[in-house]
């Protein structure tokens, strides 16, 4: 057999466990860590808004030094049960947020009642496209009626994400994934 011959099989044969090896991690990707990065993600963008919105406490504090002051921080902050608005909040929602047609206090609290809801829906993988679905809605909302300049900065990845969501499912890393088919009966 011929140098050429040999070097173009093994080509062949390198080419195919790569491939082979490539839709592999493929179907890893788009199965699972795909799925799963985009509800995590959306999910912590709300979940963020809703800890500026509630009393909260935090878990595993340290103290860091910033220019000679001592700034209490925590790797985990979690909104107190039940929740509790903070004045600021509704000051927000009268002032910057205005939304037309809802009364202040009622659209502070649709929204951090979302905010807490939809996340946590979004990350155990339950309900997930309509808890995609609403996130949108309310995406929508704000870029409509509270800031409309901001599009491309950051509403257009939220826009991405839950409609990759919605239209894509949970994946399979969700409780909808495992629980649909026992539903289904």
């Known amino acids: 057999m011929s140098f050429p011959a040999t070097a173009a099989r093994l080509l062949a044969r390198s080419h195919a466990a790569y491939q082979g090896l490539f839709e592999r991690g493929r179907t ?17 963008v709300f979940w963020r808004s809703l800890l500026t919105k509630v009393q909260t406490f935090g878990l595993f504090g ?44 009622i659209a502070a609290w649709m929204a951090t009642l979302a905010e807490f809801t939809f996340p946590i829906l979004l990350v155990l993988g339950v309900l997930t ?18 800031y409309p300049d901001a599009w491309w ?21 969700s409780i909808d994934h495992w629980a649909g088919p026992r539903f289904a009966r």
Do not use: C
């Open 28 to 44: 890893l990707l788009a199965g699972d860590l795909l799925p799963l990065l985009a509800r995590l993600t959306l999910a912590g």
């Open 62 to 105: 340290y103290t860091e030094m910033i220019n000679d002051f001592a700034v209490q921080r925590f790797h985990l902050r979690l909104p107190e049960l039940p929740l509790s608005l903070k004045a600021s909040t509704f000051n927000l929602f009268e002032n910057e947020y205005a939304l037309p047609l809802i009364p202040t206090e």
């Open 129 to 146: 496209r309509a808890s995609a679905l609403a996130l949108l809605g309310m995406t929508v909302v704000i870029q409509l009626f509270v």
């Open 153 to 173: 900065g950051t509403h257009a990845l939220w826009v991405v994400l839950a409609v990759y969501i919605a239209a894509y499912g949970p994946g399979r890393l």
